[in-house]
């Protein structure tokens, strides 16, 4: 399979908890994107990188979230100290160089996040 | 005004219609435009891109217009398959950055 792979599909964990979540990208896709979507919502936009780089992260990144992506391959999301509202589904998506001017993402099959 | 506003639906349609969503965005300098469609607890996946003024892909046509800043797409000759949350997409302020809609939700009857 070359498309976006997500690990794991599906978390359930307790409120409280640090979980981390693994995205690799289509190969050689140097731009890598972190969503996240509730239900009856679009994928609102976290952070992305270009290469190993975080180029941008929005205001609803709360300091309790991290994302890293050290070799400009894979990426990590990491939410500590989980809370109920944390629960959804977190997307990733990546970009190739060719294809930058035209923003063409391609979507993972997301990790599905249950904090109870 | 939120960045890409879409109509939440639902719609229901009979089979063999032909149905149209609309979708405002709200930055003037955006070139790009994309519909995306996402099955129930499935990933959203690249329908069609618009780059001008539309883009036709069999019974899909997308159109752009960027002097009231909505882009729509039409659906013709339905089919159940066609069962699906249709999400539009913009970028925002920087190239790099899309901004989703809320989804339009679209169920067709037999």
């Known amino acids: 399979d070359t498309g976006v792979s997500q690990d794991p599909r599906h978390k359930i964990t307790k409120r409280g908890q640090n979980v981390t979540f693994r995205c690799d990208p289509i190969?050689?896709?140097?731009?890598l994107y972190w969503y996240r979507q509730t239900l009856g919502q679009g994928p609102e936009f976290l952070t992305y990188?270009?290469?190993?780089?975080?180029?941008?992260k929005s205001r609803l990144l709360s300091d309790r979230f991290s994302a890293e992506r050290p070799k400009g391959s894979f990426s990590t999301l990491e939410i500590q100290r989980t809370e109920q509202g944390d629960s959804a589904m977190y997307l990733c998506?990546?970009?190739?160089?060719?294809?930058?001017?035209?923003?063409?993402?391609?979507f993972g099959a997301g990790t599905r996040l249950s904090v109870l | 005004r939120k960045e890409v506003e879409q109509d939440p639906g639902p719609f229901n349609v009979p089979e063999g219609a032909t149905v149209a969503f609309n979708c405002t965005y709200s930055?003037?300098?955006?070139?790009?435009f994309f519909w995306y469609r996402q099955d129930c607890r499935k990933e959203p996946k690249l329908l069609m891109s618009?780059?001008?003024s539309g883009n036709e892909d069999g019974r899909f046509t997308a159109q752009l217009n960027r002097a009231s800043q909505y882009i729509s797409l039409l659906i013709r000759d339905s089919k159940l398959s066609d069962s699906a949350t249709y999400l539009c997409?913009?970028?925002?302020?920087?190239?790099?950055?899309?901004?989703f809609g809320s989804g339009t939700r679209l169920s067709i009857r037999p």
């Open positions: 190969s050689e896709h140097n731009r």
């Open positions: 930055n003037s300098a955006s070139q790009s």
């Open positions: 997409a913009a970028p925002y302020s920087s190239a790099s950055k899309i901004i």
């Open positions: 998506a990546s970009s190739p160089q060719s294809q930058l001017a035209k923003n063409i993402q391609y």
């Open positions: 990188f270009q290469n190993e780089a975080q180029l941008e």
């Open positions: 618009v780059y001008s």
